[in-house]
C-alpha cells in the first residue's frame, strides 16, 4: 500500500493538476468547442472524470494516513512548501521576511480539504455526466459544459488556497461563473424564460455580491493589523494576540464582516433572495452550483477562518445560521414548484449547518461533516428533479405530476434514498450529520451557551422535523396518488443512461457517505466518522489541532476541562439521537397522512389559517421589502450620480471644449489681422516702392539723359566739395 | 589765347549740346545735340595737343572722333527714320516702350 | 507766352561783343580772332537750341562747325580745321538737312520755357564745375615760352594714319568702320512694305 502514502513532491505536482485539467478543457473548449465531435462534451467529462480520479485517491492517502497511524493517528495536514513550492505572486522589494510586499501563494491540504476536493471532483463528474443527457439539444451546449468546468476550475482553487486572498479570488470566480451558469438560458431566444432567467442571474451576482464586499473589507482589517493573508498567518497572530489581549472590538467588527461573505454566498437570512430565483438556470447548473459547491463554499470559508472568530461573532453566526433554517423550512412547505422546495431546502440545510459552526467545537466538525453529506444527497435530489422535469417534458409543477414512480423507477428509488438522508433516518449519510448537528447544539446549551444557542437548540430540531415534512411532500405528489394531469402523465419517460448512471451512483454515495456501518456496524453514530478521523479527532472535540495545527483556538470551550466535555457530549448525544429520531419520524407521518392517504386536506388546513398561510406563501415578503428599500434607494443613488455625470463632469468637458473654441476664435483674428496684416504690409510696402521708382521709368530718352546728367553733376558736386 | 578760354568754350558748347538733347521735344535736336557735344570734345582735344607740346596724339584724335561722327551720323539719321516711322511721330516722348 | 525773341537775339548780340572784347583784351587782335570763332560757335549752339522750326536750327549748326573750325585753325591744328569743315560742315550738315527734311513738320507745342529753364539748369552746373575745377585743377600745360611754333603738320598727319609703329591700324579700322556704317545705314533706312501703307500706325506698332 506503497501509494496511499503521502509524498509531498509528486503528490502535491498532482494536486497541482487538479483544478488545472479542467481549466485546460475549458480553454480548449471554448475556442474549439464547436469543431469538436459531440461538441466536445466527452472532453470535458473525461477532464473532470481524471480530476476525480486524482481527488479521490488523495482522500483515500488522507484515511489511509489516519486509519494506519502513520503520524500516530494525528491530522493529516501539508502545505506545499514541504515540497517546495510556494510562489511569489508580488515581487519582493524589501528583504525583510514578514514585508507586506513579500506576498506568496501555495497549496494547503489538509483532512478539510481533501473532503471536500473528493466532493467536488465527484458531484462536478457526474453534473458533467448527466448534462451529456440532459442538456441535448441545447444551442450553447458547447458553452455550458465550459463553463461548468471552470467552474469547478474556481472551486478546486478555492479549497486549495492556503491564503485568504487567493481563496476571495476564487471566490469572485465561482460568482462570475454562478452568474453566467444561472443566466444561460438568457441567451436562448427561443426559451420562454430568457427574462427570468436574466432577472435571477443579475439578482444572483448582486447579492452575493454585497456579501463578497463585506467579506473583503473582513480580511482586509486583518490584514491591517496582522500583515498576513495565510490562514496560518491569521491563526498564529489572532490566538497569540487574543491570548495576551483579549478579544477586542475590532475583532468582532472584522469577524461579522467575514461572516457577511458566508450569508451572501450561503445564503442565509437576509441574503438567501437569490438562491430560489436561481432556480431559472439549467438543473445541472442547480445540483452543482447550490447543492454541493458555491453554497458550500461559504462554509467552508467558516471553517477555514474558524479561528479568528470571536465568541460573539459565533453568537451571531449561531443565530442566523438557526433563523435561516427554520424560516426557509416553513416556506418550502407552501411551494408547489419541485426545484423551488429543493432551493428552499438548501437554504435551510445551509442554515443548519452555519448554525452548527456556531456553536462550535463538536458542531464546527458536525457542520463541515453535514456540508459533505449534504453535497451528495442534495445533487442527487436536484439531479432526481431534473430527471424528473426532463421525464415531464419540462413540467415543473407539481401540483400537476402524481404516479410517476412506475414509468420513472431509478428515478424514484434514488430520490427516494436521497430523501430519507436529508430528512434524518439513521443508515443514510444525512443522519449521522444531522444528529452531531443537534447535538453539539444541546451540548452548547448545558455548556453555557447564549440565547442563540438556545434558539438554536429549538429551531434546529423543529426545522428537522419540518424538513421531513416537505420532502415526503414532494416525494408523495410527484410519485404517488393518481396522475393530476393525463397528458404529462402519459408522456412521462424514464431518463437515459448517462443520468440515471449519474443519479444512482450520487444515491448510493447519498446513502453511504456518512457512516461506514457496513464496515464498523455503528448504525447509531456513536464513533467519530471517517470524516473526523481524517480531521484528526477521535472523541476529545476540545482538541481540534488537526484542523488547526499549532494553534490554541480561544473561542471555543475555553476554560473547560476536556473530561467534563466529553462528559457533556455524551449526553447529549443521546438526546440528540431520540430528538432527531422522534421529530423525523414525525415529519414523515404527517406527510403521510395529508399527502398519500389523504386524510387532511391541505386545502382546507391553508383555509383556516389564511393569512398566516398567505404570508408564508409570499415568501414574507421579504423579496418586496428589498425591493422598495435596498433597490430603490440604490437606483435613487444612482440617478444622482448620473445627473452628477451628466452635468458637473461632462459640464467640464463641455467647457473646456467651448473655451477652447473661444481661444481658436481668438487665434484665428490674431492669424487673419495681425499676421496677415504683417504680410500685406511688405506687400504693400513692395508695392509702394515699386511705384514711387517706376515714375523714374518712363521710357522717354529725353528724361533719361537729363537724369544722367544730373546724376554726374551731383556726383562731380560731391567729388569736388569732399 | 590761354588754353583756359578753349577750355570755357568748350564747356559752353558741351553744356549747349546737353539743353539740345534734353529740353527739345524733337528726335532731330538730339543729332544736333550729339554733334555739338561731339564738337566740344574735339575743341578740347585739339586745345590740350597745342599746349602741351610737340605731340600729334590730340590731333589724331580728333580726326577719328570726326570719322566716326560721320558714321555715327549716318546710322543715327536711319534709325531715326525708322523710329518715326514706327511710332508716327517726331516727339521723342512717345516712344515709351521701355516705360515700366 | 511773352515774346522772348527779342531779347534773346539781343542777349546774343552782347554775347557776342562781350567775346570779341574778351579776346582783344587778352591776345590783342588774335584775340579778337579767337572771339569771333567762339561767338560763332556759341552763337550757333544758342541759335540752334533756341529757334523753333528745325530747319533754321540746323543752319545755325552750320555756324557752329565753322566756327570750330575756325578755333582748330587758330589751335595750329590746320588740318583738323580743314577735315572739319569737309566732313562736319559739307557731309554731316546736309545729312542732318536731309534728315529734316524727310520727317514732317513741327507741329507740335514749342515750350520754350524748358529750354530756358534747361540751359539756366545746366549752364549753372557745368559753369560751377568749370570754375571749380579751374581753380582748383593745376592745367597740363607748358609755360608760354615753351610752347613750340605753330606750322602745318599736315605731313607728319599724313606719315602718321600709315607708319607701322602710329596709327596705321586705327585708320584701315576706321575706313571698315565707315564702310560698315555706310551699308547698315542703308539697311536700316530701307523701306519696307509696310511703309506704302495709307496710314501710320499711331499705337503701338509691332511687339512689346
Known amino acids: 500500500m506503497e501509494f496511499l502514502h503521502f509524498h509531498p513532491e509528486t503528490d502535491f505536482k498532482l494536486l497541482l493538476a487538479v483544478p488545472l485539467l479542467p481549466l485546460a478543457g475549458y480553454i480548449i473548449q471554448i475556442f474549439f468547442g464547436r469543431f469538436l465531435p459531440r461538441k466536445g462534451d466527452w472532453l470535458l467529462t473525461l477532464g473532470m472524470f481524471a480530476t476525480m480520479c486524482i481527488t479521490l485517491l488523495m482522500l483515500a492517502k488522507a484515511i489511509y494516513h489516519a486509519n494506519s497511524g502513520d503520524g500516530h493517528g494525528g491530522a493529516f495536514w501539508h502545505h506545499s512548501s514541504e515540497a517546495g513550492m510556494t510562489w511569489s505572486w508580488l515581487f519582493q522589494v524589501s528583504e525583510q521576511p514578514f514585508s507586506p510586499l513579500n506576498l506568496t501563494v501555495g497549496i494547503l491540504y489538509d483532512g478539510l480539504g481533501a473532503a471536500m476536493l473528493a466532493v467536488v471532483g465527484v458531484v462536478s463528474f457526474f453534473v458533467h455526466l448527466f448534462s451529456m443527457g440532459y442538456m441535448k439539444g441545447d444551442h450553447r451546449y458547447h458553452i455550458f459544459f465550459a463553463n461548468i468546468s471552470l467552474f469547478t476550475v474556481a472551486m478546486l482553487g478555492l479549497v486549495l488556497s492556503d491564503n485568504i486572498l487567493f481563496l476571495f479570488v476564487f471566490w469572485e470566480v465561482m460568482g462570475l461563473m454562478s452568474y453566467l451558469l444561472i443566466g444561460h438560458f438568457s441567451h436562448d431566444p427561443k426559451s420562454p424564460r430568457i427574462t427570468h432567467a436574466a432577472a435571477a442571474c443579475k439578482k444572483a451576482f448582486l447579492t452575493t455580491r454585497i456579501g463578497d464586499c463585506c467579506l473583503f473589507i473582513g480580511f482586509m482589517m486583518f490584514y491591517l493589523h496582522y500583515q498576513t493573508f495565510s490562514f496560518e498567518g491569521l491563526w498564529q497572530a489572532t490566538t497569540q494576540d487574543v491570548m495576551q489581549n483579549g478579544w477586542q472590538s475590532w475583532h468582532n467588527t472584522a469577524g461579522l464582516f467575514l461572516f457577511g461573505g458566508t450569508v451572501g454566498k450561503s445564503a442565509q437570512f437576509p441574503l438567501h433572495i437569490w438562491l430560489p430565483d436561481a432556480m431559472e438556470g439549467p438543473t445541472p447548473v442547480s445540483a452543482m452550483i447550490h447543492a454541493a459547491t458555491m453554497v458550500a463554499a461559504g462554509v467552508f470559508l467558516l471553517g477555514r477562518l474558524y479561528p479568528v472568530l470571536s465568541p460573539d461573532v459565533l453568537v451571531v453566526v449561531t443565530g442566523v445560521g438557526a433563523l435561516t433554517a427554520i424560516f426557509a423550512a416553513t416556506i418550502g412547505m407552501t411551494v408547489f414548484d419541485i426545484k423551488g422546495v429543493l432551493a428552499y431546502s438548501t437554504i435551510s440545510q445551509l442554515g443548519f449547518m452555519v448554525a452548527a459552526i456556531g456553536t462550535g467545537g463538536l458542531g464546527l466538525v458536525a457542520g463541515l461533516f453535514h456540508m459533505v453529506t449534504h453535497a451528495f444527497f442534495k445533487a442527487c435530489l436536484f439531479l432526481s428533479a431534473g430527471s424528473v422535469i426532463h421525464g415531464c417534458h419540462h413540467e415543473q409543477d407539481m401540483r400537476k405530476m402524481g404516479g410517476l414512480r412506475k414509468k420513472m423507477p431509478v428515478t424514484f428509488v434514488c430520490m427516494l434514498v436521497c430523501t430519507l438522508a436529508i430528512a434524518g433516518i439513521p443508515l443514510f449519510s444525512g443522519f449521522y450529520s444531522k444528529d452531531k448537528i443537534v447535538q453539539s447544539a444541546l451540548m452548547t446549551n448545558e455548556l453555557g451557551g447564549s440565547w442563540a444557542s438556545a434558539f438554536a437548540g429549538i429551531a434546529l430540531p423543529l426545522a428537522a422535523s419540518i424538513t421531513a415534512f416537505y420532502m415526503f411532500r414532494l416525494i408523495f405528489m410527484t410519485f404517488f396518488g393518481k396522475p393530476k394531469d393525463e397528458h404529462v402523465h402519459d408522456h412521462a419517460h424514464e431518463s437515459p443512461l448517462p443520468m440515471t448512471i449519474a443519479l444512482s451512483c450520487l444515491a448510493f454515495l447519498g446513502m453511504v457517505g456518512g457512516q461506514f456501518w457496513l464496515a464498523n456496524g455503528d448504525v447509531m453514530g456513536s464513533h467519530p466518522t471517517w470524516f473526523e478521523g481524517i480531521l484528526g479527532i477521535h472523541h476529545d472535540y476540545t482538541d481540534l489541532s488537526g484542523l488547526y495545527p499549532g494553534v490554541e483556538l480561544q473561542n471555543t470551550y475555553v476554560g473547560l476541562e476536556a473530561g467534563h466535555v466529553e462528559e457533556v457530549a455524551h449526553h447529549a448525544h443521546s438526546s440528540a439521537v431520540v430528538m432527531s429520531l422522534i421529530v423525523a419520524v414525525l415529519g414523515i407521518l404527517l406527510a403521510t397522512i395529508t399527502y398519500w392517504r389523504k386524510i387532511i386536506d391541505p386545502a382546507k388546513f391553508t383555509a383556516t389559517i389564511a393569512p398566516i398561510y398567505r404570508l408564508v406563501l409570499n415568501k414574507y415578503w421579504i423579496d418586496e421589502f428589498a425591493n422598495k428599500t435596498v433597490i430603490r434607494l440604490t437606483v435613487v443613488l444612482a440617478k444622482v450620480l448620473k445627473a452628477f455625470d451628466e452635468y458637473v463632469v461632462d459640464g467640464i468637458v463641455l467647457t473646456v471644449g467651448r473655451i477652447n473654441k473661444a481661444l481658436g476664435f481668438i487665434h484665428a483674428w490674431f492669424d487673419k489681422t495681425v499676421v496677415d496684416g504683417l504680410v500685406n504690409l511688405v506687400g504693400g510696402l513692395s508695392n509702394t516702392f515699386g511705384a514711387a521708382l517706376r515714375l523714374f521709368q518712363t521710357g522717354r530718352i529725353q528724361q533719361y539723359v537729363s537724369f544722367a546728367v544730373g546724376g554726374g553733376l551731383l556726383t562731380a558736386a560731391w567729388l569736388i566739395l569732399s | ?100 | 507766352m511773352p515774346d522772348l525773341q527779342k531779347p534773346f537775339y539781343a542777349g546774343l548780340v552782347l554775347l557776342v561783343i562781350a567775346l570779341h572784347g574778351w579776346g582783344l583784351s587778352a591776345a590783342g587782335v588774335g584775340g579778337m580772332a579767337f572771339g569771333l570763332c567762339a561767338s560763332l560757335v556759341i552763337g550757333g549752339a544758342l541759335m540752334c537750341i533756341w529757334e523753333r522750326s528745325v530747319v533754321r536750327s540746323a543752319f545755325s549748326l552750320m555756324a557752329t562747325f565753322s566756327g570750330c573750325a575756325g578755333l582748330f585753325i587758330l589751335l595750329g591744328a590746320d588740318f583738323v580745321g580743314m577735315a572739319q569743315i569737309l566732313i562736319y560742315v559739307g557731309g554731316i550738315l546736309a545729312l542732318l538737312l536731309f534728315g529734316v527734311m524727310l520727317s514732317p513738320p513741327d507741329m507740335g507745342e514749342r515750350k520754350l520755357v524748358r529750354v530756358g529753364g534747361g540751359m539756366l539748369v545746366i549752364g549753372a552746373g557745368v559753369a560751377w564745375v568749370g570754375a571749380k575745377v579751374a581753380s582748383t585743377v593745376k592745367w597740363a600745360q607748358l609755360p608760354a615760352e615753351e610752347l613750340p611754333e605753330m606750322e602745318s603738320r599736315a605731313h607728319d598727319i599724313g606719315i602718321a594714319f600709315i607708319a607701322p609703329d602710329q596709327y596705321v591700324v586705327p585708320f584701315e579700322l576706321a575706313a571698315v568702320l565707315l564702310t560698315v556704317a555706310l551699308v547698315a545705314a542703308v539697311y536700316i533706312a530701307r523701306r519696307r512694305m509696310s511703309d506704302y501703307t495709307p496710314e501710320p500706325d499711331h499705337g503701338r506698332v509691332g511687339g512689346n
Request: net charge negative; aromatic share 12%.
Open chain 2, 1 to 100: 589765347m590761354a588754353l583756359g578760354a578753349y577750355v570755357a568754350v568748350s564747356a559752353a558748347l558741351f553744356a549747349l549740346g546737353l539743353v539740345a538733347i534734353a529740353a527739345r521735344r524733337n528726335i532731330l535736336y538730339v543729332l544736333f545735340g550729339i554733334e555739338m557735344i561731339l564738337n566740344a570734345a574735339n575743341i578740347n582735344f585739339v586745345a590740350f595737343n597745342r599746349f602741351n607740346g610737340d605731340g600729334m596724339d590730340g590731333r589724331m584724335f580728333a580726326i577719328f572722333v570726326i570719322i566716326l561722327a560721320a558714321a555715327e551720323a549716318a546710322v543715327a539719321l536711319a534709325i531715326v527714320l525708322n523710329v518715326y516711322h514706327l511710332f508716327g511721330s517726331t516727339k521723342p516722348s512717345d516712344a515709351d516702350l521701355l516705360r515700366e
